[in-house]
C-alpha cells in the first residue's frame, strides 16, 4: 500500500514577500517503511557507496510502485519509474505551480544530472551534453561529423530505426558515398567478421548500438571500436538498451561518441537524454546548428562563474560553440524531465550494476528454461557474451498474446510474429512463472 505523507521540501520556496524558505510537500512512500541502515543516513554515505551492499529486491520492490499492480516485463520500451523520480517530479511540479520560472535553481540541476550521467558511464562532466532524446543526439552528431571524401557509413540491421534511417540521408544528402548496413545472420547476429569486411580505410562513421532492441542481442563494443578506430572511423553507440542492465564505461569501450536516453532501463522519464563525446574528439566535431545554450558564452557558463544570468548582451554578432560537450545542447531544456532523469540516476547510483545485471540474467535464464519447455522458438541470441535482458520469442498471434497477458495484469511488448520480454533487475522468478502458466 502507498500513501502520500506530507514532509520537508529540501527545495527552498517563495513566502508572500518573495524571500525563499522551506516549505512542505506530499511524497509518495510505503504506509509501513522497511528500515534502513544508520550508515546510509551519515555523512560516510560517499564512502560506503565505493562499496555498495547487496541489493535488497524486498525493498526495491516497495520502491517501484508498479510491481504491486502487475507482472511488468518491458523495461525495453518504458521502464516504470521509482518513488524517488516521481517525489522529484512531484516536488518541481508543485515549485513550478507556486512560483513559476526559478532559474536559479533549475540550471545546477541540469548540470548535476550531466554529473550524474557521466559518472555512470566513467565520462567527465565537460564530455556530457542534455537533450531531450537520443534521435537528438545523433543528429547533432551527425551533424558535426567531418565525413571523408567518399566515404562509407557502417551500420547494422540490429539498429534501432533512427540509428539507420538517419545514415542514410547522409548519404542522400552527400556527405557519404555508401551505406553498409550489416545483416544478422541465422542465429541473429552480425557477425564480427562481417564488420571487419564492412569497415575500412574510406569509412567515415561506424554506428552501432549497445543492444539490438529487435532480438535482445549484444553487441562487441570494443571489438567494433578497435576496428573502427584501425581505419581511423569515427565510432558512435546508442546505449539505450544497454545502460542500466549492464555496467557500461565507455572510455574502457573506447568510443567516440555515445547516446542514451533515461525512459527505459533507467527507469526515467520521457524528454531526457544525454550526449557523450570523448574529450579527445571533441576538437574534430563542428556543428552545422546551435542554439543559445550551445554556445561559450551560455547562461550555465554564466552561472559557473557566479555572472548575473542576463547583465550582459549575448554576442550576436558570430557563434562560438561551447568548448565542451554543451555545444550540442540546442534550446531550453524540459526541465521537468531532466528533474526525473536526475533522480533516476541518483537511484541506480545506489545500486551495484554488476549485480543487477546478474539478477536479470538470473530471471531470463528462468524464462528461456521456461520457454524451451513450451516449444517455443527463442529468436534472442543465447551465447553468454551476446545476452542482455530481452528475450523475444516467436508467436502466431502475439496481439491476441499481448491482450491476454493484459488482461491477466502481465505486461509484454508484441512485436512482428513475436513476443518481447524485457524484465528488470527487480522482477521476480515468480512473475516469470505467472508469464509462463499464461502462454
Keep these: 500500500m502507498w500513501s502520500l505523507t506530507p514532509t520537508r521540501s ?3 520556496r517563495r513566502t508572500s514577500s518573495g524571500a525563499r524558505t522551506a516549505s512542505q510537500k506530499l511524497v509518495l512512500k510505503p504506509s509501513t517503511p522497511p528500515s534502513i541502515p544508520f550508515i546510509l543516513q551519515t555523512r560516510k554515505t560517499r564512502e560506503y557507496r565505493e562499496a555498495l551492499p547487496s541489493l535488497n529486491i524486498d525493498l526495491v520492490r516497495k520502491e517501484i510502485p508498479v510491481t504491486s499492480r502487475r507482472a511488468y516485463f518491458d523495461n525495453a520500451g518504458t521502464g516504470p519509474p521509482s518513488i524517488n523520480v516521481l517525489n522529484a517530479i512531484h516536488e518541481y511540479l508543485t515549485d513550478w505551480r507556486d512560483y513559476g520560472e526559478n532559474w ?9 544530472s550531466r554529473r550524474l550521467f557521466g559518472k555512470i558511464i566513467g565520462a567527465g562532466l565537460d564530455e556530457i551534453a542534455s537533450v531531450p532524446n537520443v534521435s537528438s543526439a545523433l543528429t547533432a552528431l551527425a551533424s558535426s561529423i567531418k565525413y571523408k571524401p567518399n566515404g562509407n557509413i557502417v551500420i547494422s540491421e540490429l539498429n534501432f530505426p533512427t540509428n539507420i534511417y538517419l545514415w542514410h540521408l547522409q548519404k542522400k544528402h552527400g556527405r557519404a558515398n555508401e551505406v553498409r548496413l550489416l545483416r544478422k545472420d541465422t542465429n541473429g547476429v552480425v557477425p564480427l567478421d562481417e564488420w571487419e569486411k ?17 532480438n535482445g542481442c549484444r553487441e562487441k563494443i570494443r571489438e567494433i571500436t578497435k576496428i573502427g578506430h584501425e581505419h581511423n572511423a569515427f565510432v558512435v553507440a546508442d546505449s539505450f538498451h544497454g545502460l542500466g542492465v549492464f555496467p557500461i564505461n565507455a572510455k574502457q569501450d573506447g568510443v567516440d561518441a555515445l547516446a542514451c536516453g533515461m525512459y527505459k532501463w533507467m527507469q526515467g522519464p520521457h524528454g531526457a537524454a544525454y550526449l557523450y563525446t570523448h574529450s579527445e574528439k571533441l576538437d574534430e566535431l563542428d556543428p552545422n546548428y546551435i542554439g543559445w545554450h550551445g554556445v561559450e558564452d551560455s547562461v550555465v557558463r554564466r552561472l559557473s562563474k557566479q555572472e548575473d544570468l542576463f547583465g550582459k548582451p549575448f554576442n550576436i554578432d558570430d557563434a562560438e560553440p561551447a568548448l565542451d560537450a554543451t555545444r550540442f545542447e540546442g534550446g531550453s531544456w524540459g526541465v521537468v524531465s531532466i528533474v526525473g532523469a536526475k533522480a533516476a540516476l541518483e537511484y541506480a547510483l545506489k545500486q551495484d550494476q554488476q549485480e543487477r545485471y546478474h539478477r536479470i540474467l538470473k530471471v531470463t535464464d528462468h524464462l528461456i528454461d521456461g520457454l524451451k519447455k513450451k516449444g517455443r522458438k527463442i529468436l534472442t541470441p543465447l551465447q553468454s557474451e551476446r545476452r542482455s535482458g530481452i528475450v523475444v520469442f516467436e508467436d502466431e498471434d502475439p496481439q491476441a498474446t499481448f491482450n491476454k497477458l493484459k488482461s491477466l495484469n502481465i505486461t509484454v511488448a508484441s512485436r512482428v510474429k513475436a513476443i518481447r520480454v524485457s524484465p528488470h533487475y527487480y522482477n521476480t522468478e515468480e512473475e516469470i512463472d505467472k508469464l509462463l502458466a499464461a502462454l
Design 104 to 112: 536559479e535553481e533549475w540550471l545546477p540541476i541540469i548540470i548535476e
Design 10 to 12: 529540501i527545495v527552498p
Design 198 to 214: 564492412a569497415i575500412d580505410d574510406e569509412t567515415s562513421i561506424v554506428s552501432v548500438d549497445y543492444v539490438s532492441w529487435a
